[in-house]
């Protein structure tokens, strides 16, 4: 794990090409239960960039009349979200063991031009257990900064198989992804990014 200033750690090529092959099966068999929809912004509704879906027993949601929040199940089928795969129960039991199980499993897709804005993920109840991220298909100029929105940033690029960890002093480091890279990646067939991830949202 390489440690980044701001206390966020990276492990660069954490899942081999086979492992992300496998996880991207069971991304996609989530995806078939739980489907991709266009999340929207407090207030103003504006949709984000990002198409989104959750697996665990809670996932993270936003729309223009309750904002930001977590809810057991999803927004447009009102279905439970489904179970996260064994495989990131084992990533998260790998880098965190001291943490209690995560509960929630954000998915992002992003298309060529999708990005994310610089924020703190702080809608979780507990900021002892880490956020551990996994990025998937194509790259991305991630940027990370610290724990006030004014302070200094830097920007790495995350590639497929890469894992991201926002724990200790980095838990609320803000965080961002300001662009896709095309055509980087052949593990998704029609290209783009997934990011995985995962986070405990209450009280131990
Ligand atoms: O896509 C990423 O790498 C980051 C996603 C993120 O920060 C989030 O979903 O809160
Ligand atoms: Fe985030």
């Known amino acids: 794990m390489l440690m980044l200033p701001g206390g966020v750690g990276h492990a660069p090529g954490y899942f081999d090409r086979i492992s992300q092959e496998a996880l991207l099966a069971e991304i996609r068999a989530v995806v078939r239960a739980a489907p991709l ?5 407090p207030r103003t509704g504006k949709p984000m960039s990002v198409r989104m879906t959750n697996c665990g027993t809670l996932g993270w949601v936003t729309d223009k009349e309750q904002g930001y929040r977590y809810q057991s199940c999803h927004p447009v089928t009102g279905d ?11 990533l998260w039991h790998d880098l965190a063991p001291d943490a209690p199980e995560p509960e929630a499993c954000l998915i992002n897709f ?15 109840h507990n900021f002892h257990a880490p956020v551990i991220s996994v990025s998937l298909g194509d790259s991305c100029m991630f940027r990370i900064g610290g724990q006030k929105r004014d302070d200094p940033t830097h920007s790495i690029k995350l590639h497929s198989g890469d894992v991201v960890v926002l724990g200790g002093e980095g838990r609320l480091a803000f965080h961002g992804v300001d662009r896709i890279y095309p055509g980087t990646s052949t593990l998704l ?4 990014r997934i990011n995985l991830t995962l986070r ?3 009280a131990a």
């Open 110 to 124: 992003y298309d060529a031009h999708a990005k994310m804005g610089l924020h703190q993920d702080r809608d979780e």
């Open 189 to 192: 067939k029609h290209g783009g």
């Open 80 to 90: 439970q979200w489904p179970s996260i795969p064994a495989r990131l129960l084992e």
């Open 37 to 41: 929809y266009v999340p929207t912004m």
């Open 200 to 202: 405990r949202v209450t």
